[in-house]
């Protein structure tokens, strides 16, 4: 069965980096997929925020693009995430989940790790 | 940049009774379009994509129907696990994008 497991810094000073990982179990990364970051905060909701596929290709939203990157690594078959500049706006649940590609990459998400809580506070 | 809008916001329902979800586009998204299920301190499920196709898994009082700018998700006869959280997310357009709000909540009546 497919796992995923995110971890990182429960709490990050302003204008610092965010860096989460996801290692994914019962999947090789390899194999496929849009291994994806979204996250849900009361203001904003679930939002899509990243993709990245197993060669290194990535999907970023546009309103992040020059703050995110989404990297893999295939050896230890985990994702990345590095958010820098991190504002209070950044504060949410953070999921990783694998994502498909149909109409759109990715589209669909069938996979969700349980989710990190990130707070940016000084 | 598409716009989703679901309704209501709460229904409150007993067990045995059947729920029925709405979700509006703001644009013609054909039938690209999937429904989540979301419960208290869990990540979202996917229940529902291509508007009425189930997600391997989910059983089958969920049903999902519609296409361009209307979209319902029925659940027949409501069972206690199924008190949670609902949202739609379309993905006809780039980004993928979930409905703003806090999606539909149904609760126990």
């Known amino acids: 069965q497919v796992q995923l497991h995110e971890s990182g810094p429960g709490l990050v000073q302003p204008s610092e980096t965010l860096s989460l990982t996801c290692v994914v179990s019962?999947?090789?990364?390899?194999?496929?997929?849009?291994w994806s970051w979204i996250r849900q905060s009361p203001e904003k909701g679930l939002q899509w925020i990243g993709s990245?596929?197993?060669?290194?290709?990535?999907y970023i939203t546009r309103s992040l693009r020059s703050r995110l990157s989404v990297s893999v690594d295939t050896s230890k078959n985990l994702f990345s995430l590095k958010l820098t500049s991190v504002t209070a706006a950044d504060s949410a649940m953070y999921y990783c989940?694998?994502?498909?590609?149909?109409?759109?990459?990715?589209?669909?998400?069938?996979?969700w790790g349980r989710g990190t809580l990130v707070a940016v506070s000084s | 940049e598409i716009v989703l809008t679901q309704s209501p916001a709460t229904l409150s329902l007993s067990p045995g009774d059947s729920a029925t979800l709405s979700c509006r586009a703001s644009q013609n998204i054909r039938e690209n379009l999937a429904w989540y299920q979301q419960k208290p301190g869990q990540a979202p499920r996917l229940l529902i994509y291509g508007a009425a196709t189930r997600a391997t898994g989910i059983p089958a009082r969920f049903s999902g129907s519609g296409s361009g700018t209307e979209f319902t998700l029925t659940i027949s006869s409501l069972q206690s696990e199924d008190f949670a959280l609902y949202y739609c997310q379309q993905y006809e357009n780039w980004p993928p994008l979930w409905a703003s709000g806090q999606g539909t909540h149904v609760e126990i009546q």
């Open positions: 990245v596929f197993h060669t290194g290709s990535t």
């Open positions: 989940a694998r994502g498909t590609s149909t109409i759109v990459t990715p589209s669909l998400f069938d996979y």
């Open positions: 019962g999947y090789s990364i390899s194999d496929g997929y849009y």
